[in-house]
């Protein structure tokens, strides 16, 4: 079977200031944090000192942070949202004792139950500074500007109360796991180009700068631990060797971890906690930590450290070597969450599940983490091509599937198509807290994001999508780069303009329909029967038994698809017709042979909203 193409990587190197794009820039920034943990109270003490280097040509007079755990009080922007959308997210609402109406978990937490973080003082190169906090943003301004080049340390001390387990972070999942630490520190907001990104969190996804993290946890020794990065003292801590060196002091053990050039970091902590680990091919170990519940579940997590260690060998070799030393998947949280080198996923789950879900947070580590994608703004680049990603991975190594379809993710069409003709469609350019249902939001960002990859292979061949991922991953790992990053990548392999691709599939919600008429004798017109127009792969099998493979360029992308090694397409000769484009509805076919089938697009990588008439069949 022939999967996607090998080459050969450039060994990976830490960032440098420049990128690609004339011009490019980011931030940096380094977290030395200590927290002293009450677990009884579900509340914690902390102390960062921030690295912050201003990369950006200009003076900084603020600078803002996130505090996240601040969601989770009576009347936060997320619990609004949740009160207002059409279709809350289910897991985050709850009907009262005596009521059969839901409403948001979040308007019923008592003052013990709120998350919460609060700043005692902030000091930035030993002067202090006056800060404002609404809702789920802080304000520095700083006593002295932050010139360009130079680096500034910002210190801050604070107490934090952890939510109930709501989304994402909190405390008692419903898998019975103690504390899932996600979004649990003031975190510095991204600044970049387009300027600050000052999202209000109501329960979508982030974008942070690169960076170094350093963190002690001081928590009752009775806890294992589970967190982002290399833990540096496994010798004196539960759960990594078999006889550790455990010196507590007051009942308290300090877990030490270290990680370079991630942007998040998460830990979670149990004491039920088992831990496992494996090595992949190329040294990256791989921990579980779970709650066996049971033998059936404890086999399960068994197994799906192995197949994990095996994706990530595969996406390694297919998409760019993963570049950190180990990745840690942890039982917690609420579904599923990527973080820096890490995850959190609910674990009570059949194998199946349990992989599928673990697969799709540890793709993330390509795109999204190891990228710097920007989830608040492109979704859909940054989940589709995820789920893109994780999909194979389960085709290939969970279902054993010796032979790929040329479409992957047939599946993934369904879902857009179906929300294409529902009428709640948005652009998939939308910021994505804003679409006015979930529905629209998960079938844009993880379907739709899917169709604009295959299609696009469909648009400029297999073989220059596939050789588009890798230079991608060299050009533009650890850079923050756009979705427009992805599309120049594409142009320059291909040599295809994809302007018109890129804006209408992306920035609009027009729809691709094609239809075929046999007019008479052996003519037949090709009609676009909606307002977006593309090349078209036409299949003709004669009466006499032979078969043609007609190719449609379309004058806009200013060249043309090479021949594709498919299979469908094998010993099929392939005709290269004149252009067409965009402003002409219909295009004609005069052939010189009676046909007995003809067939627009077989490989079914065109995302035409309706296909009952994309074949013609003549009658017996």
């Known amino acids: 079977m022939r999967y996607l193409l090998c080459l050969a990587l450039l060994s990976l190197t830490f960032i440098s200031s420049f990128g690609q794009r004339k011009g490019y820039w980011q931030q940096h920034v380094d977290y030395n944090i200590e927290v002293d943990v009450d677990e009884k109270n579900y509340q914690f003490m902390g102390k960062m000192e921030l690295l912050y280097t201003n990369n950006s040509g200009q003076e900084l007079n603020t600078v803002y ?15 609004y949202r949740l009160q207002n959308i059409e279709d809350p997210d289910n897991r985050m609402m709850t009907a009262p004792k005596g009521s059969k109406k839901k409403v948001s978990r979040i308007s019923l937490l008592e003052d013990n139950q709120i998350g919460y973080q609060k700043i005692n003082s902030i000091f930035v190169n030993g002067q202090p500074a006056n800060f404002s906090v609404s809702g789920t943003l802080m304000k520095v301004d700083l006593p002295q500007p932050i010139s360009e080049g130079e680096t500034s340390k910002i210190e801050l001390d604070w107490e934090a109360q952890i939510p109930e387990q709501i989304r994402r972070s909190g405390r008692n999942s419903k898998e019975n796991i103690a504390l899932s630490m996600a979004q649990w520190y003031p975190k510095m907001a991204h600044f970049d180009e387009f300027g600050w990104h000052l999202d209000e969190y109501v329960a979508r996804e982030f974008v942070a700068p690169f960076g170094n993290f350093d963190v002690k946890i001081n928590i009752d020794e009775a806890y294992v631990l589970g967190g982002s990065g290399v833990l540096q003292n496994p010798h004196s801590v539960k759960g990594y060797q078999k006889n550790p060196d455990i010196k507590a002091q007051n009942g308290k053990v300090k877990w030490h971890f270290k990680a370079e050039n991630i942007h998040d970091f998460v830990w979670a902590a149990d004491p039920k906690y088992q831990v496992d680990s494996a090595k992949t091919n190329t040294g990256t170990t791989i921990y ?17 450290l192995k197949y994990s ?8 070799q297919h998409f760019g070597d993963y570049p950190w030393p180990t990745y840690t998947i942890a039982q917690g949280g609420d579904g599923g969450m990527e973080y820096g080198t890490a995850t959190l996923v609910t674990g009570e789950r059949d194998l199946a599940s349990l992989v599928g879900v673990i697969y799709h947070e540890a793709a993330h580590s390509w795109y999204q983490q190891l990228f710097g994608i920007n989830e608040t703004i492109d979704e859909w680049f940054d989940e589709g091509f995820t789920s893109l990603i994780a999909g194979i991975g389960l085709q290939v190594l969970f279902e054993k599937k010796e032979k790929l379809p040329p479409n992957l993710v047939e599946s993934a069409y369904k879902g857009y198509i179906n929300l294409a003709l529902s009428g709640k469609e948005e652009p998939a350019s939308l910021l994505a807290d804003y679409y006015n249902t979930n529905y629209a939001y998960s079938q844009e960002a993880y379907r739709k994001g899917q169709v604009y990859a295959v299609q696009l292979g469909y648009i400029i061949g297999q073989e220059n999508l596939q050789k588009t991922f890798k230079e991608f991953y060299k050009k533009w790992k650890f850079k923050h780069p756009t979705p427009n990053d992805f599309k120049r990548v594409a142009e320059e392999i291909s040599g295809i303009n994809l302007k018109w691709y890129h804006n209408l599939f992306i920035n609009t919600t027009r729809k691709i329909d094609y239809s075929i008429h046999h007019t008479e004798a052996n003519t037949f017109s090709i009609k676009n029967e909606s307002d977006f127009a593309m090349p078209l792969d036409v299949l003709v099998e004669y009466t006499d038994g032979s078969k ?12 043309k698809k090479d021949t594709e090694n498919l299979s469908l397409y094998k010993n099929v000769p392939r005709i290269e017709l004149d252009e067409w484009f965009w402003t002409k509805p219909n295009y004609e076919l005069q052939l010189d042979r009676e046909v007995k089938t003809i067939e627009i697009d077989p490989s079914m990588r065109l995302a035409d909203v309706d296909r009952s008439n994309n074949t013609w069949q003549r009658k017996q």
Do not use: C
């Open 288 to 304: 579980t930590l779970f709650n066996p519940k049971d033998e059936k579940m404890q086999k399960n997590w068994k197994d799906a």
């Open 65 to 79: 942070f996130h505090l996240y755990f601040n969601a989770f009080q009576p009347n936060s922007a997320m619990d």
């Open 309 to 316: 260690v095996s994706f990530f060998e595969f996406v390694g």
């Open 548 to 559: 043609e493979l007609l190719y449609i360029p379309l004058r806009e992308m200013r060249g």
